[in-house]
């Protein structure tokens, strides 16, 4: 089976910028999707494709992918972006998520 | 504007069964696969199950292949999740969400807000 490792913890000062990173064999070869989830509510989908954003999704939202590792970054941090972040893949035949990643605005 | 609602959870002794449902709504149901994805209370999301827009292809996690079926109506724009020989590792809110291919698998673009399966005796 895929696996996606996401580092489990990622902090980041009050209008910085943060990286929160998924790392897969060659998964610069698939899709990757990232989804934020607040505490209480449902996952909601920041990034698809890579570098695409939904509609409603913030520009300070980004992503790559390449060789090894995909990136979501977020620029210019608001307490708001304040969550946990999964990374996710369609593996042939079977979904993939990440760890996740929870991310702290200081 | 895209709704899925879940049903069907509950508490439920180990090694019995359950049936969860998702009715969907906004959108032209039949036309994009659906997939199930749970997650265990304090842990990360995990993909349990897909199935294609026409019910022709499904997709299980090895965790639940064997015991959980994927299935929809698309005359009732309804998604299900058969879950049999439940285990305690099983508990979790369940979350239906929408896939945004019409053909094959992608990504996630609606998810439901989640239906509570606690498996204790």
């Known amino acids: 089976s895929y696996d996606l490792t996401q580092p489990v913890s990622v902090s980041v000062a009050l209008g910085q910028t943060a990286r929160i990173t998924c790392e897969g064999y060659?998964?610069?070869?698939?899709?990757v999707h990232w989804n934020q989830q607040k505490p209480g509510q449902a996952p909601v989908l920041v990034m698809y494709?890579?570098?695409r954003r939904p509609s409603g999704i913030p520009e300070r939202f980004s992503g790559s992918n390449s060789g090894n590792t995909a990136t979501l970054t977020i620029s210019r941090a608001q307490a708001g972006d304040e969550a946990d972040y999964y990374c996710?893949?369609?593996?042939?035949?079977?979904?993939?998520f990440g760890g996740g990643t929870r991310l702290t605005v200081l | 504007q895209v709704q899925l609602v879940e049903s069907g959870g509950g508490v439920v002794q180990p090694g019995r069964s359950l049936r969860l449902s998702c009715a969907a709504s906004?959108?032209?149901?039949?036309?994009?696969?659906m997939h199930w994805v749970r997650q265990a209370p304090g842990k990360g999301l995990e993909w349990v199950a897909a199935?294609?827009?026409?019910?022709?292809?499904?997709y299980y996690a090895d965790s639940v292949k064997g015991r959980f079926t994927i299935s929809r109506d698309n005359s009732k724009n309804t998604l299900y999740l058969q879950m049999n020989s439940l285990r305690p590792d099983d508990a979790a809110v369940y979350y239906c969400a929408r896939d945004a291919a019409h053909s094959g698998f992608d990504w996630l673009d609606f998810w439901g807000q989640g239906t509570l399966v606690t498996v204790s005796s």
């Open positions: 996710h893949v369609w593996d042939s035949v079977s979904g993939v």
């Open positions: 060659d998964i610069g070869r698939k899709n």
């Open positions: 199935i294609s827009f026409d019910g022709g292809n499904k």
């Open positions: 906004g959108f032209t149901f039949s036309t994009f696969a």
């Open positions: 494709n890579d570098y």
